[in-house]
C-alpha cells in the first residue's frame, strides 16, 4: 500500500526536516505516526497526501513509484487518498453538506446521486441535524468531523489525519477515534499523527515515532510507547 525507501524532504534550499525514512505500511492497517513538535509528522504527511515531494528516496504508493508519475496522473492518484488537516480546511461559505459533498462534485458525480449519500454519511457521523449549517457556526468538534466526512465520501484506500483529536475534549477525541476505526475495519488503511500518548496505548496500533526527522521505530516494530515521565 505504502513504501518509503530511503526517502527525504526539504523546504525550498532549507535542510533535510526528513532523513532517510524507510517503512512499510500494509493495506488495511492503522498506524500512529508520534514525535516531538518539529520531528516532521506534518511533513510526512505531506509526501503520504502527495502534497509535497520527496528530494531523495522511494516513496510508492498503490504499487506506482510516484516520482516516475506524471503530473497528469496525480489528481486520480489523489483522489485515493482522505486528508484531515489539523485546521480542517473548510470552505466557511458552503454548508457541511456542501463542503463534504465537494469531492464527489469534483470528482464528477451528479447531484441527485450525491446529496443523499453525504447526507448518511452526515448521520452516521452524529451531525444529522447540522447539514445545513456553515462551519462558523459549527464547534471544533464538529468542523472536526465534517473534516473528516469530506476525507471518506470517496471512500479513500488511505486516509491520512493530522492531530484529529488535538482540538476537541477527550470524549470527542475518543468518539472520533472509533469512527476511524470503523473505517478501518471496512479496509481503509489509517494514518494518524498525534502527540496524545494516552491516546495511543488505549487504542494500541502500530507507531511510528519520529525525532529530529529520523523515524527512530518502524511501523512493523510495533511497540506503543510508554516513556510520558510526565506526572500529569
Ligand atoms: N512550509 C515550511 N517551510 C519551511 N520549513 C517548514 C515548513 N513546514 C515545516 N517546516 C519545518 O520542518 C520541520 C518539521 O515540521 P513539521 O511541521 O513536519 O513537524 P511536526 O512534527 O508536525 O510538528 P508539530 O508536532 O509541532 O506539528 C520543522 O523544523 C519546521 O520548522
Do not use: C
Amino acid at each position: 500500500m505504502v513504501r518509503f525507501e530511503n526517502v527525504g524532504m526539504r523546504y525550498g534550499l532549507g535542510p533535510e526536516v526528513l532523513r532517510d525514512i524507510s517503512f512499510n505500511l500494509l493495506p488495511g492497517s492503522f498506524h500512529f505516526l508520534t514525535g516531538p513538535t518539529g520531528a516532521g509528522k506534518s511533513s510526512l504527511l505531506k509526501l503520504l497526501a502527495l502534497s509535497h515531494r520527496p528530494s531523495r528516496g522511494l516513496i510508492t504508493l498503490f504499487n506506482k513509484e510516484v516520482s516516475s508519475l506524471a503530473r497528469d496522473d496525480l489528481p486520480a492518484m489523489r483522489r485515493k487518498i482522505g486528508v484531515v488537516y489539523q485546521d480542517f480546511r473548510l470552505l466557511d461559505h458552503l454548508s457541511a453538506l456542501d463542503n463534504v459533498a465537494l469531492p464527489l462534485k469534483l470528482a464528477g458525480a451528479k447531484n441527485d446521486q450525491i446529496y443523499q449519500h453525504v447526507a448518511e454519511l452526515l448521520e452516521w457521523v452524529g451531525l444529522g441535524r447540522q447539514v445545513d449549517a456553515k462551519p462558523p457556526t459549527l464547534s471544533g468538534g464538529e468542523k472536526q468531523r465534517v473534516a473528516i466526512a469530506r476525507a471518506v465520501i470517496n471512500r479513500p484506500q488511505l486516509l491520512i489525519a493530522d492531530e484529529p483529536t488535538g482540538s476537541m475534549d477527550a470524549e470527542m477525541g475518543l468518539r472520533l477515534m472509533y469512527l476511524l476505526q470503523e473505517l478501518n475495519k471496512i479496509g481503509t488503511t489509517v494514518v494518524v499523527a498525534t502527540h496524545d500518548l494516552e491516546l495511543i496505548s488505549r487504542f494500541g496500533n502500530p507507531v511510528m515515532y519520529l525525532k529530529d526527522g529520523l523515524l527512530t521505530t518502524r511501523a512493523q516494530d510495533n511497540p506503543p510507547p510508554k516513556e510520558s515521565k510526565d506526572p500529569a
